[in-house]
């Protein structure tokens, strides 16, 4: 294979393992959603369940459809290569057919159920199955996230690379809400709704709550500035190694240094539009009652 052949396969490498960490992020933010309606199913049952069958649906035919098969090619590359993650690869295939099995029962049982079930004993069991599903699905993002972050892949070939992205299915379309509208309406209009404003954090939800559904959210920023910290890095390493000669080192640097300050302005404009959106609304909304009184 020609050098110029073997850079092409490294960088399909990279911008897949990118996109994994871009699917977490979508995933992030739907699973926010899921226990967000979860929490309002007894109270707005209609409402809630329309927003829950089409998160599942969604999360069948993306998730389940494309970035696991993705994971499940990558892994398998991996445990061939590197033994010592022979088990843990295999369990994490293993829990995505498990996941894509519960997920399909979700999505059906909430369809099947009436609006009287959902508000009684049998929606309150949906809400736990949920609940319980949530977690694993976050523990099993935390466990691939360490596999991706030990650089795992870098045991990997060009013919493996080549062999993981041939066939790789389309963007996550969560990153294009006019798809999201078009397939998912309910899950759509409610992810387009400003999560948390000035004062008008949602009354139906209790502090305590919405508190944790934000601190997810806050969880997920800075998880989406510390991947995009680590594909930085990387792509500067990259442009370094091909320096040959003062010139280009020079035009180096000054793309380095142009990167590095987008990237510090996105460090504290981010966090600070959480803080400005979510934090007050967060205060208004507990000192509401007092203010009342
Ligand atoms: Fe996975
Ligand atoms: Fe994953």
Partial sequence: MSIQTSEKSSNRGQTFMRTLRQDHAGLSRIMREIDTQAHRLAEDSEGARAILVDAFRYLLRYHHAFHHPREDRLFARIRARDEALDQTLQQLSHEHETGEQETRRLAE??????NKEL???????????????LRHTRTHMR??????????????S?????????????????????????????????????????GLHRPEHSSSHELRLQMLALT???????????DLTRTHFQRLKSVRDPVSLMRTA?????????????????????????GAGLIVGWLKPYMKQ
């Fill in 109 to 114: 049982d909430l369809a099947r159920a009436s």
């Fill in 119 to 133: 508000v009684g004993e049998c929606g309150a069991e949906l809400v736990d199955r949920i609940n319980d599903y």
């Fill in 143 to 156: 466990h691939e996230e360490t596999v991706f972050y030990s650089r795992a892949e870098q045991v990997l």
């Fill in 158 to 198: 060009d013919e493996d690379w080549l062999d993981i992205i041939a066939d790789d299915g389309p963007d996550d379309p969560i990153t294009d809400i006019r798809t999201m509208r078009a397939s998912y309406p309910a899950l759509a209009r409610s992810l387009d709704e400003p999560t948390s404003h000035l």
């Fill in 220 to 230: 997920d920023l800075y998880g989406g500035l510390m991947h995009e910290a680590i």
């Fill in 254 to 278: 000054g793309t380095i240094y142009a990167d590095n300050l987008r990237f510090a302005g996105q460090c504290v404009t981010r966090p600070s539009r959480w803080a400005i959106n979510t």
